[in-house]
Antibody, heavy 120, light 108 residues
Framework: QGQLQQSGLGLVRPSQTLSLSCLVS??????????WNWIRQSPSRGLEWLGR?????????DYELSVRGRIIIDRDTSKNLFSLQLNSVTPEDTAVYYC??????????WGQGTQVVVSA | EVVLTQSPVTLSVSPGERATLSCKAS??????LAWYQQKPGQPPRLLLY???TRASGIPARFSGSGSATEFTLTISDLHPEDVAIYYC??????????FGQGTKVDVK
């Protein structure tokens, strides 16, 4: 079935960079039938899809319009993990961040979530 | 962007009774709709995809129906462990994938 294990810091200063990783077990980040997503959840914005990376003979990344330009979703195939980098954060980026797998554009496997607070 | 509107915001149901949750899309999303259950402190859990296909391990008391812009999640014979927030998600119109704001189900 697989498992996603998140890691990363939960407190980020305004204007700094949020960095999280998601270790994949029981599946392969280079799978041609899955995509690897980051989703966040906050009381004000609800569940918000941020972006994904996936391999289909080459690597692709797609990002939500509101964070495009600030976000990078990358992968490390040697460690079987993918990562989120969100630059120039503001308090509005405070949320619980989840990594998630999709095998058909719906999310069938989720990480445990990381509460990220943006505060000085 | 497709907006999903869920109703009601909160639903109180007696154990053993039926809970009916609605999700309406701002434009047609065909049958590309999923439902999730989220309990406090946990990530969302996939219940249904393609409107009515149950994910692995999901009990038969969870069912879905609808098409185009109107969808329903039904929990027949509500169990106490079904207390949660339920979200719909569309994956027809991208970008981005979008979620509803949720319906909270509690036990009366």
């Amino acid at each position: 079935q697989g498992q996603l294990q998140q890691s990363g810091l939960g407190l980020v200063r305004p204007s700094q960079t949020l960095s999280l990783s998601c270790l994949v077990s029981g599946d392969n980040v280079s799978s041609k039938s899955a995509a690897w997503n980051w989703i966040r959840q906050s009381p004000s914005r609800g569940l918000e899809w941020l972006g994904r990376t996936y391999y289909r003979s080459k690597w692709y990344s797609d990002y939500e319009l509101s964070v495009r330009g600030r976000i990078i979703i990358d992968r490390d195939t040697s460690k079987n993990l993918f990562s989120l980098q969100l630059n120039s954060v503001t308090p509005e980026d405070t949320a619980v961040y989840y990594c998630a797998r999709d095998g058909g554009d719906f999310f069938d496997l989720w990480g445990q979530g990381t509460q990220v607070v943006v505060s000085a | 962007e497709v907006v999903l509107t869920q109703s009601p915001v909160t639903l109180s149901v007696s154990p053993g009774e039926r809970a009916t949750l609605s999700c309406k899309a701002s434009l047609s999303i065909s049958s590309n709709l999923a439902w999730y259950q989220q309990k406090p402190g946990q990530p969302p859990r996939l219940l249904l995809y393609s409107v009515s296909t149950r994910a692995s391990g999901i009990p038969a008391r969870f069912s879905g129906s609808g098409s185009a812009t109107e969808f329903t999640l039904t929990i027949s014979d509500l169990h106490p462990e079904d207390v949660a927030i339920y979200y719909c998600q569309q994956y027809n119109n991208w970008p981005p994938w979008t979620f509803g704001q949720g319906t909270k189900v509690d036990v009366k």
